[in-house]
Nanobody, 120 residues
Framework: VQLQASGGGLVQPGGSLRLSCTAS????????MGWHRQAQGKQRELVAS???????NYADSVKGRFTISRDNAKNTMYLQMNALKPEDTAVYYC???????????????WGLGTQVTVSS
């Protein structure tokens, strides 16, 4: 199973970006998915998560600005980020709890990350 994240870039404060994360490979099912971020010199933190039936949860710092969603038919998760602030600058990682084909257990898989920089 591989996760590919995309959509990062440089944006001015107040701007918007949309991140995507697509899971591929020998997948039987995908349960929870989520976006995490790690700013330079800081620990990785959870930004938003979404269950298989699209129940979403957000970190307090992004509530009202970010929206997480998923398209189960495409094995893809999105993060719409609006009203971006300089403190949102970080590498954003996607994670998926997945049951690979032929496996009886679920495992967490991580994407490589995509850089988001908010600066004027």
């Amino acid at each position: 199973v591989q996760l590919q994240a995309s959509g990062g870039g440089l944006v001015q404060p107040g701007g918007s970006l949309r991140l995507s994360c697509t899971a591929s490979g020998s997948i039987y099912s995908i349960d929870g998915m989520g976006w995490h971020r790690q700013a330079q010199g800081k620990q990785r933190e959870l930004v938003a998560s979404i269950t298989s039936d699209s129940t979403a949860n957000y970190a307090d710092s992004v509530k009202g600005r970010f929206t997480i969603s998923r398209d189960n038919a495409k094995n893809t998760m999105y993060l719409q980020m609006n009203a971006l602030k300089p403190e949102d600058t970080a590498v954003y990682y996607c994670k998926a709890t997945t049951r690979p084909l032929g496996a009886s257990n679920k495992y967490d898989f991580w994407g490589l990350g995509t850089q988001v920089t908010v600066s004027s």
